[in-house]
């Protein structure tokens, strides 16, 4: 068994949609990246790769190749998840917490553990996803961007 841990940063701006765990969920602003700048789903990819040590998802999926621009993070964890399993690993579990002043995101959080679930092959039991604020202090709690951490466990299939 092997444990990973990711973490993701983006930073809100307006005019962009506002996707965490391939849920788009109505706010004023967007995360603003590359793709559709999911940082609960990148922090994901990033502990699942980390726990194979199979590189990071920047490795993967280059911001500089224009294939990856605006690309629905779902797809990028349905390939990540097909590394897993080719280098002979499956998930067992996933922790995640979402850190953001605002928008509350506990009505969405069932569906997030749903769609990670879907894509990994696993059960909604197997994902946890919680949110908290920073009560105000950091670029967080100033309304600047929205981060993510992820803690995975996987074993050899």
């Known amino acids: 068994m092997r444990v990973g841990y990711g973490y993701d940063v983006h930073r809100l701006q307006e005019g962009r949609r506002l996707v965490l765990g391939g849920v788009e969920i109505p706010h004023m602003q967007g995360l603003l990246g590359h793709s559709d700048a999911d940082v609960l789903l990148h922090a994901i990819c990033d502990a699942l790769l980390g726990a194979a040590a199979l590189g990071d998802i920047g490795q993967h999926f280059p911001d500089s190749d224009s294939q990856y ?89």
């Open 69 to 157: 621009k605006d690309i629905n993070s779902l797809l990028l964890l349905k390939e990540v998840a097909g590394i897993l399993q080719r280098a002979g690993w499956r998930v067992i579990n996933v922790d995640s917490t979402v850190v953001a002043q605002e928008p509350r995101l506990a009505p969405h959080i069932k569906q997030m553990r749903q769609n990670i679930a879907r894509v990994l092959a696993i059960e909604s039991e197997q994902v946890s996803v919680k949110a908290t604020t920073t009560e105000g202090l950091g670029f967080a709690g100033r309304q600047q961007g929205i981060s993510a951490h992820a803690v995975v466990l996987i074993e050899q299939a």
